[in-house]
């Protein structure tokens, strides 16, 4: 397995062809052989998400993009939901454990991101038809002995070290609890599941799952004696290398509940210029002209690039309407000066306003500030606008005579996050 992604251009199956166009290809573990699978007929692969929490957020869209692709293409993708390992928590890319969940959190948190995927996917029992699988099923009844007897066997704790999740934890000299080093194995051993129960032969994943990935390849290689693949994507980054999906407020959710379809639409309409190009490229469904014709603009114009990807991934995750409605409220509120409909709002008690509620504490119960330190710094620097017009003093006090024709205060932090407060 060399990992790389040598002789791209001469690929033959469409599924690897769009993952090349869009920038979405990592790590191949076999150009040529995986390339040879997806040519022929229809071709099954799966993409793992852990439980660990109630919903997908932004940087989920990559491997869902691959899925989608991938089902397009004419292949089954097979969503593995993973009630078991989410019991032992995955260690790539932390510094600790992670908080243990007991079964009905993980039930709950396995709804939501089913709820997720499947706006994405179309669920069925035909050829291409997405099939949802939870890895409890087979990990929940594993004997422990025969386990270790039978897989545990195939691997070696001096390579176990070697992984980067388990490398980094203890360069840092972050403790690695028992539970969790066994975590690679048991994702491995999915692998093997899916391939006997499913004639499952590629796993996908982000490119921090390259080590988990491979062990599984391995894995099935060794124990079923069958040809397995596995691919990666990169991870979602901005032009400067950061991880993206997060806000002051938190992660960027993919689940309407936990974010509006306006403040999702403002985070893609607020990436930095040079990453908008990219982005539509990897994860918008439009035209090939299109997205090279929006990849040229530059200046002011690149806002238009910007809006587009705002649009087309608010419309795959939250559907047109949403996306028609929050494109309508930022028009409203930055190019009209008005009150968008879907803006933001927070309810508060009508006391605490008729007796005077500090900035400070208003922009920390809105969401816009995470902390009362975090609002002063902000209100001191003139980043908080009052019905649109700067304040100064953290203390200022917010009463019902702020309220404005429409019965609402309108909350500004910096030029682009509004928040409408509404008493009760």
Known sequence: MDGGTRGTAEVRSEFLRQVVRRGLLSQVTDLGALDAVLAGPPARAYIGFDCTAPSLHAGSLVPITLLRLLQRCGHRPI???????????????????????DDEQIRRNMGGIRRVLERFLDVGDGPTGALFVDNADWLDTIAYVP????????????????????????????????????????????FVELARRHDCLVQMGGADQWGNIVNGVELVRRLLDRPAHGLTAPLLTSADGAKMGK??????????????????????????????????????????????????????????????LAGELTRLCHGPEAAER???????????????ADLPLIEVPRADLEGGLALFELLRRSGLCATGGEARRLVAAGGCRLNDVVV??????????????????KLSAGKKRHTLVRPV
């Open 326 to 340: 929050a494109a309508a409220t930022a028009r409203d509120t930055f190019e009209r000066g008005t009150l968008g």
């Open 247 to 308: 806000t002051a407020g938190g992660a960027v959710w993919l689940d309407g509940e936990l974010l509006s379809a306006y403040d999702f639409w403002q985070y893609w309409r607020n990436v930095d210029d040079a990453d908008a190009g990219p982005l539509l490229r990897m994860l918008a469904d439009l035209p090939e002209g299109e997205v090279a014709r929006l990849e040229r603009l530059s200046g002011q114009e690149v806002n238009e690039a910007k809006k587009a």
């Open 392 to 409: 100064l003093d953290p203390l200022h006090a917010v009463s019902v005579g702020h309220l404005t024709a429409d019965g609402v205060v």
């Open 79 to 101: 969503v593995v939901l993973g009630g078991g390992t989410s019991k032992v928590g995955d260690p790539s890319d932390k510094d600790r454990m992670r908080p243990l969940l």
């Open 147 to 190: 386990f270790l007897r039978d897989v545990g066997r195939h691997f070696t704790i001096n390579r176990m070290l070697a992984f980067d999740s388990v490398r980094r934890r203890l360069e840092r000299e972050q403790p690695m609890t028992f539970l969790e080093f066994n975590y690679m194995v048991l994702q491995a051993y999915d």
